[in-house]
């Protein structure tokens, strides 16, 4: 009972992360409306250095430190998924591990967005280098997100029993999920448009998809894990051996 409660710990985890990031990164950091991939070297040195320092500074540091939440959220997904995969658990390995990258991902990022605010004295081409670069490094990572879903989509459509952990329509919608993110690769090649990291495709698109599937998948995961809590508080504890014979 004390180990399904640690898991639903790790849970948790992955909602406390969703809620820093809503509220640091795109609500503090007002990434939820970014500079434009296409505002130019004197309008994106303006939005870090006198617009929006004070909130990249603030808002960036909360994300970094939801990043480090996500790991045991990646690792308790990974949990999950290895008790219907069994032995060898490949496909639920790796989704643990994509997602302690995609944390990885963020952090390096985040950071590299508080840099860009930092010193405002940086020359524009500075800022608009790391802007950028932050950017690319964060969308482009949207690989391992789709390798993250479809594999725990894999583990997840060969639940076989009466009643999954994840309903097959939902394991489908995630593997469905997994093939739109390619859309964030939009951003290597437009500054503007609804492909370019401030746009529908290559930003708004991928995050959303990316936030149902981490939180809803967490609902399932800690669905099951009450189901789990209910079924071992049903089984009889053992009778006591006797303490001698006649």
Known sequence: MSNIKSQKIGIWCTWIFSAL?????????????????????????????????????????????????????????????????????????????????????????????????????FGADVIQALNDWAWMGFLLGWFY????????????????????????????????????LMTAAGPAFFKSGPFAYHGLLGFYLPVLVWGVYLNGTAYLMYRELRREEQAAGRVPRAAPAAAGHA
């Open 21 to 121: 990031t809503a509220v640091g990164w795109l609500g503090i950091a007002h990434f939820y409306q970014p500079a434009p991939a296409d505002l130019g070297l004197a309008g994106t040195h303006e939005w870090y250095s006198q617009i929006n320092t004070t909130g990249t500074l603030i808002g960036c540091t909360l994300f970094y430190i939801a990043a480090g939440i996500l790991v045991p959220g990646s690792i308790q997904f990974g949990i999950m998924l290895s008790k219907m995969e069994g032995r060898f658990p490949l496909w639920s390995l790796t989704t643990a591990v994509c997602g302690i990258f995609i944390s990885l991902i963020i952090f390096f990022n985040a950071c590299t967005w508080i840099v860009a605010a930092y010193r405002p004295e």
């Open 145 to 180: 997100l789709a390798v993250e879903m479809a594999a725990s989509a894999i583990v997840e459509l060969s639940d076989s029993r009466d009643v999954p952990m994840v309903p097959r329509p939902v394991a489908w919608a995630t593997l469905a999920g997994a093939i739109t």
